[in-house]
């Protein structure tokens, strides 16, 4: 069965330096794999996705994601974290079809100015 | 397209009553599903619809709750009769077939005195 882990609940981060917000997945076939934030009392944003091709995908507010298909990964990075990033980030994973996306449990990222 | 619109934002009622969450969403997409947020469970899959037929269902926590879609543009999730442990926030989300991205509503925050 296919499954996403976020081996972190919380990540903090100082404001300015680079974050990294941690995500596996377990799925047969190739995997279409997305990150999305939760911003407080809103709904869930799309930030990007992979489907196939580069494995360095870039998405929306400068975060960037990096496949990484022999471990499994799919780890979310900015190079420069700011206080507005501060919001709760969910990573995502689909075997191929329109299925169901399978979502991890979600990192609380805290960047602290 | 002014995105996933769901109604209402709040909802405050007390045990054993019925509540009517409802869901506009965006025009095209073919994909519709409910999702409930809580601290303790995380985002959970309720229930998704197809061109408005329910497919999988397997999410719905018990006969109390049912969602149906009568046409394209307007889907409810009902839960009947609601109890305290209901309490959460409810998200509705659509998709196109062809693309892989879920579009989510702002949410309706329930709480079931």
């Known amino acids: 069965a296919q499954s996403v882990a976020q081996p972190e609940d919380q990540v903090n981060v100082a404001e300015g330096n680079p974050l990294t917000v941690k995500c596996t997945y377990s799925v047969s076939g190739n995997p279409y794999l997305f990150w999305y934030v939760q911003y407080p009392n809103r709904g869930l944003q799309f930030l990007l996705k992979y489907i196939t091709g580069d494995n360095l995908v870039k998405g929306s507010y400068g975060f960037e994601a990096e496949f990484n298909k022999s471990q499994t990964s799919f780890h979310l990075k900015k190079p420069s974290a700011l206080v507005s990033d501060s919001a709760l980030y969910f990573c995502a994973v689909r075997p191929s079809g329109n299925t169901p996306l399978v979502f991890g449990k979600g990192t609380r990222l805290s960047v602290i100015a | 397209d002014a995105g996933v619109i769901q109604s209402p934002r709040h909802e405050v009622t007390e045990m054993g009553q019925e509540v009517t969450l409802r869901c506009k969403p965006i025009s095209g997409h073919d994909y519709l599903f409910w999702y409930r947020q809580t601290m303790m469970r995380g985002l959970e899959l309720l229930i998704y619809?197809?061109?408005?037929?329910?497919?999988?269902d397997s999410g719905m926590p018990e006969d109390r709750f049912s969602a149906k879609m009568p046409n394209a543009s307007f889907s409810t999730l009902k839960i009947q009769p609601s109890e305290p442990r209901d309490s959460a926030v409810y998200f509705c989300a659509s998709s196109l077939l062809g693309t892989d991205t879920q579009y989510f509503g702002p949410g309706t925050r329930l709480t079931v005195l």
């Open positions: 619809f197809n061109n408005n037929v329910p497919i999988d």
